[in-house]
């Protein structure tokens, strides 16, 4: 099937009651580990990419991978999603190329790092809502600002400097029409995120809870969502990493968000460990070694290992058969005649 929209995949994952991973890729074996997981799981999949990622990748390379999958994995509905665009230019380039569903992270300038007011986060937002709308594509926001950085991208901190307002969530998805809404808890990018298992004083699940009370029919979506696991960061650091003791979002506390509301769950970190483990482990092992696929194929294995867990955990595995596309025209139609609700 050809690429679908968030917005369908969300509004199936709701009806069905369980989320969605949203994995980050920069690369080919990246894209293979999670269609792997995904084909092998029956899971409905989100792809995302961030700026980094297309720019390290380039957009075309990354776009036919993409287009690979499809081809590779007709039965499976993905998603190719823009993670945390900038900007409407950024957003606008992205569903140019062929992305199906872009973040318009308004929460922050176009910088990337500094945190907008209230009032310019609507109307940027509003605006990519409008010109992908028209085309059939989805749109997921922010409101309250996430913890750490990624990629060059965010306000940095812990993530309890600009937690989300339940009455500005609210007011904020009425005034835009998004399809999904990323929340700030507490939760932050990178793999630095608590400093001890995470109790209700630095992950608000409680005001995650009250969101979903405020907006029981908008699809949540949380960053930072990796989990950290113990044996991913002792296989790093037994072959020669220095990664600091760090705790990340436990899996129950995702699994209550599914319940919650919660649609989407981002995941990067804990791939990223996964390869970095694998490849530590195969070089240390196996020194004389120098053919990249010698320590990629490794890597990739791990990757899809962690992400075939995450996808039963989230519970999208054996959901991959349950819908056809809805092709992006439709869409469009749909939200002009304000069929989707807001
Ligand atoms: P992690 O760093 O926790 O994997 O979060 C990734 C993310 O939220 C991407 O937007």
Redesign the pocket.
Known sequence: MPLVSLRQVLDEAAKGKYGIG?F?VNNMEQIQAIMEAARETQSPVVV?A?RGARSYSQDNYLFHLMIAATELNPEIPIVMHQ??GNSFETCQSAIKLGFTSV?MDGSLKEDGKTPTTFEENVEVTRRVVEYAHERGISVEGEIGV?G?V?DGHGAGGSGLEHLTDPDQAVEFAMRTGVDALAVAIG?????Y?FSKKPDGSVLKMDLLIAIHHRLPNTHLV?????S?PQNLQDIVNKYGGHLKQTW??PVEEIQLGIKNGVRKI???????LAITGAIRKLLAESPEKFDPRDYLKPAREAMKKIVVQRMREFGQATHSGDYEAIPLSEMAKRYASEMIAK
């Open positions: 949203a980050n995302q961030s993670d945390h973040m996430l750490g990624e939760t932050s990018h990178g793999a995120k949380m960053h930072g969502s990796s950290v990340g979002v981002n995941v990067d970190t804990d791939s990223r």
